[in-house]
């Protein structure tokens, strides 16, 4: 692939043995060539072997002895011949005691060279990079990946064809029967997720302690901070700063910055941008998906923290977000491989969209997911703010290539192998969408992946049932089914709007006048919850000033629905489809406001 003959590879090693063991192995030479020839065999006797692989690359027939991503993984690469043995390039500092035993029992005699892990990577990359990219589109095993989703087989065709006969079938012989019962399931799912929501309220709410625990500088881990990027050129430089501000030592942190291959927008603004030493770009190569979960999987290999964390272009993590992490980590059992931290905005001002998509998030994280975790529920994982043990995630099989929302996905399968999540109430901004068409292809991307992780996690209920304990497999038929139940039949819901003002409705021409009494109740009672939920969350942050907007969520609700119906018809057409949100279109409420996530914030 180089250019380069096996014996350039092999003639500076052959000379140190050489000369170690007197001179037997020397080749025959003479004169000049003699005396070049001994003087490099005493160079490399007194120092550490180092390879250049721009002067010595690789010899390509070795390409196959080891499996690319294994090298990644051991940061090792089979370089050449030494007589018998194989030249294993590896990183300076490696323990290779294990090591040996490990690549001798595979390759036989082993001799080891040094180069800088910057060159290991790039050379790596540069001669196994298709075959890292495919295998990032298929690290997760086939039964707990969605990448067949979009295979018509005989039993869906046949499954899909009978519910939408019989629906049609109901709509045209029984139209009040059908309406009847679609708002009968619409209002038991509307109990169901009343007494969640509840549950999680009443779950609690533990404050984060008042002297934090400071980890001795021994023990802490290196971190890996992977940051996907497309098409995100108008906040490269932003993020840049953003990430500098984090308070962690420099040298335990490792910032990967990745890039599409063929967004060369972003990857010019980068250029430009003078990275420190700790920070580092890698190129992603395209391949049959361009999805955030894939570039994070192509780069999982090339980080080297024990603990892997993931950030978006936009977001402002809070300065000590790190230590806190490290320190959740080290206070809490074997078992807990993920730490997610709590999500909020620094545009909530910009119109009442921001300030609505601010108080569900509030909702969300400080009310939904505070109670699920201190229930020990699955997480359905935010696709930011997220940190995990590299073990973990390596054993569960990284993220699903093809899943628009990897991150719920990704937290049902830790919860599956046994795993647990926490949150800890550190901070990160990030930027609302602040338009209805971009709010609208937002959700409907989240919904969709809701409703593909389901149907995966669900191929096999009583498997799932098995694997989750009871428990938590209810957990997760509130997380999923009853979200996407209750977008999609929403409209039956606001029927009852009706009958407060007198209109007539399917339902209640069916039911005794008591259990008409009960719903419109219900209903009520549903939506008191809902404020009182948006007023506790809202106390919980330092937007005090949104209290007066919990009830616009009325409002802001319905576009869910658009949203659900949008995600449907993709997952006919378009399951892999990743409808990009575009980043960098509104400023922060306040000079500096993006990065101001501080201590008084983590409430």
Known sequence: MFGWSQSRIETPFMLEQAHRSGGALLPAVSGDDAGRVLHTARQLATRQRRINPDTYPPDPDL???????????????????????????????????????????????VLFAELSEEDLLRTI?????????????????D?????????????????????????????????????????????????????????MLMAGYRKPPSRPVDVPLAEKPVVSLIVPLFDEAAIAHALVLRLSRLTYPKSLLDVVLVLEDKDEKTRDMIKAVSLPGWMRVLHVPDGKVTTKPRALNYALGHTRGDIIGVLDAEDAPATDQIERVVEAFHLSPPNVACVQGILDFYNTKSNWLTRCFTIEYAVWFRIVLAGAARLGLPIPLGGT????????????????????????????????????????????????TKGHRAWIRQRSRWLKGYIVTYLVHMRRPFRLLRDLGLRKFIGFQFFFLTTI?????????????????????PLFDVIPADWAKGLLALFLLAELVTLLTGFVAVARTQHKGLMQWVPMMFFYFPLGVLAVYKAWSELVFKPFYWDKTAHGRSEPDIPGGDIHATIADQR
């Open 63 to 109: 390409d196959r002895l080891l499996p690319p991503d294994f090298c990644l993984e051991y940061r090792v690469l089979p370089w050449g011949r030494v007589g018998d043995a194989i030249l294993v390039g590896t990183i300076p500092g490696r323990d290779r005691t294990q090591l040996r035993d490990v690549l001798e029992h595979v390759l036989g005699p």
């Open 125 to 141: 990359t540069y001669r196994h990079g298709d075959y890292l990219a495919d295998l990032a589109e298929r690290l997760v095993p």
């Open 485 to 505: 139940v209750q977008f999609t039949l929403a409209p039956a819901l606001w029927t009852f709007w009706l009958v407060l003002f007198g209109i007539a409705v």
């Open 385 to 432: 703010t997220v940190y995990l043990k590299r073990a973990a995630l390596k054993h569960v099989g990284g993220w699903d290539a093809h899943n628009v929302t990897e991150d719920a996905d990704l937290g049902i399968r830790l919860s599956r192998f046994g795993y647990r999540t926490i949150l800890i109430p550190t901070v990160t901004r990030e930027e609302a």
């Open 143 to 199: 039964d707990y990946s969605c990448r067949d989703i979009n295979k018509l087989t005989l039993s869906r065709a046949l499954v899909a064809s009978l519910f939408f006969g019989i629906s049609l079938a109901l709509i045209y012989v029984f139209p009040n029967a059908f309406f009847a019962g679609i708002t009968a399931v619409a209002a038991v799912n509307l109990l169901a997720t009343l007494g969640f929501k509840i549950a």
